[in-house]
T-cell receptor, first 114, second 110 residues
Framework: DGGITQSPKYLFRKEGQNVTLSCEQN?????MYWYRQDPGQGLRLIYY???????QKGDIAEGYSVSREKKESFPLTVTSAQKNPTAFYLC?????????????FGPGTRLLVL | EDQVTQSPEALRLQEGESSSLNCSYT??????LFWYRQDPGKGPEFLFT???AGEEKEKERLKATLTKKESFLHITAPKPEDSATYLC???????????FGTGTRLKVLA
């Protein structure tokens, strides 16, 4: 079954703690993305990666970090510098079709601060 | 500035009452427009990609259309299971980034 998996489903962070959200895809997609979703707001781009060992900051990268060591994996670390981390985090990957790239999303991780 | 605006924010329909959701966009060259369905607490589910004005796509009770300034998602004879938030996104030419609207929350009453 091809798809995108995210873990954990729920994650609790203590003050001053770094936490890492996992994202894995077996769709053989080159590009992967991380978004943050808050109530009443559109999805906001945190980081994206077009190829292995390369990634770019999105619109709200401060307080987050990523790595892309394998094509299948794109983990996101929420650092202690992110002062308002409570949100729903979505990972996506995309294929290139007819010059555009259709994104497919994982099930999401909800991060809560203790 | 590239921008996507969806309307209405929320919509309540009776079962069988057809309607349309709107997605207005401003981009410097459209590479693609995307519709997604999102259920509470879940990731968005891909519905359609539209590439050029005049294009239409259909899936069951849903039909998406595209003009040079907006897209419509038409829902024909909706059922309660169509209740969800519908998201619109665009990708501009020359960029790998997507711009999302804030969505339309649809509730279909039995």
């Amino acid at each position: 079954d091809g798809g995108i998996t995210q873990s954990p489903k729920y994650l609790f962070r203590k003050e001053g703690q770094n936490v890492t959200l996992s994202c894995e895809q077996n769709l053989n997609h080159d590009a992967m993305y991380w978004y943050r979703q808050d109530p009443g707001q559109g999805l906001r781009l945190i980081y994206y990666s077009q190829i292995v060992n390369d990634f770019q900051k999105g619109d709200i990268a401060e307080g987050y970090s990523v790595s892309r060591e394998k094509k299948e994996s794109f983990p996101l670390t929420v650092t202690s510098a992110q002062k308002n981390p409570t949100a729903f985090y979505l990972c996506a990957s995309s294929s290139r079709t007819r010059g555009s790239e259709t994104q497919y999303f994982g099930p999401g991780t909800r991060l809560l601060v203790l | 500035e590239d921008q996507v605006t969806q309307s209405p924010e929320a919509l309540r329909l009776q079962e069988g009452e057809s309607s349309s959701l709107n997605c207005s966009y401003t981009v410097s060259g459209l590479r693609g427009l995307f519709w997604y369905r999102q259920d509470p607490g879940k990731g968005p589910e891909f519905l359609f990609t539209l590439y050029s004005a005049g294009e239409e796509k259909e899936k069951e009770r849903l039909k998406a259309t595209l003009t040079k300034k907006e897209s419509f998602l038409h829902i024909t004879a909706p059922k309660p299971e169509d209740s969800a938030t519908y998201l619109c996104a665009v990708q501009a030419s020359g960029t790998y980034k997507y711009i999302f609207g804030t969505g339309t929350r649809l509730k279909v009453l039995a």
